[in-house]
T-cell receptor, first 115, second 112 residues
Framework: ELKVEQNPLFLSMQEGKNYTIYCNYS?????LYWYRQDPGKSLESLFV?????AVKQEGRLMASLDTKARLSTLHITAAVHDLSATYFC???????????????FGPGTSLSVIP | DSGVTQTPKHLITATGQRVTLRCSPR?????VYWYQQSLDQGLQFLIQ???????AKGNILERFSAQQFPDLHSELNLSSLELGDSALYFC???????????FGPGTRLTVT
């Protein structure tokens, strides 16, 4: 069964600092997603990573995927208060070489950026 | 605004009852997903439809069922409701069967 873990679960960081959130998963997959959720709100798609070595950047956030290590990272550069939210990674469970069965979410990382 | 709409926004009902949650995907999106988010279970994938056909099934209880209609809107039916079914239910849509998903605002279900 596919398990998705995130580390850390809670992160309090100062504005201007850099930090990385890690997402580990237990079964082979080459599709990984990062989402952001503000309190009481819905999920917003941040990144879709579809192959080994994929790297995507948007503003102060950069995501990467290492399918061999079954690891994705979400790197935050020079954090600002607006980045405070919960960040989820999610992994597709492959059904066959060309199709996927279901998606499993990590527990989420609650990020608080302090001025 | 993601373009995905869900109704109702809030729903309060009693144990044993049946409710229907509705989702309209973004214009042109063929795939619809349903998720449940609760404090104790986190975010769980329930079921996915693609162009009217069931494509993938997650941790969906037998008391729950869903369908996608020819106009591509989807409904999630929850029956014999229990207190533990209280949660946020999200619908998401995507253009392709396995790609970036756009989430609706959610329906908050409270079972008393």
């Amino acid at each position: 069964e596919l398990k998705v873990e995130q580390n850390p679960l809670f992160l309090s960081m100062q504005e201007g600092k850099n930090y990385t959130i890690y997402c580990n998963y237990s079964t082979t997959s080459d599709r990984l997603y990062w989402y952001r959720q503000d309190p009481g709100k819905s999920l917003e798609s941040l990144f879709v990573l579809l192959s080994n070595g994929a790297v995507k950047q948007e503003g102060r956030l950069m995501a990467s995927l290492d399918t061999k290590a079954r690891l994705s990272t979400l790197h935050i550069t020079a954090a600002v208060h607006d980045l405070s939210a919960t960040y989820f990674c999610a992994v597709d469970l492959p059904r066959s070489k060309t199709s996927y069965d279901k998606v499993i979410f990590g527990p989420g990382t609650s990020l608080s950026v302090i001025p | 605004d993601s373009g995905v709409t869900q109704t109702p926004k809030h729903l309060i009902t009693a144990t044993g009852q049946r409710v229907t949650l509705r989702c309209s995907p973004r214009s042109g999106d063929l795939s619809v997903y349903w998720y449940q988010q609760s404090l104790d279970q986190g975010l769980q994938f329930l079921i996915q439809y693609y162009n009217g056909e069931e494509r993938a099934k997650g941790n969906i209880l037998e008391r729950f069922s869903a369908q996608q209609f020819p106009d591509l809107h989807s409904e999630l039916n929850l029956s014999s409701l229990e207190l533990g079914d209280s949660a946020l239910y999200f619908c998401a849509s995507s253009a392709l069967a396995d790609y970036e998903q756009y989430f609706g605002p959610g329906t908050r279900l409270t079972v008393t």
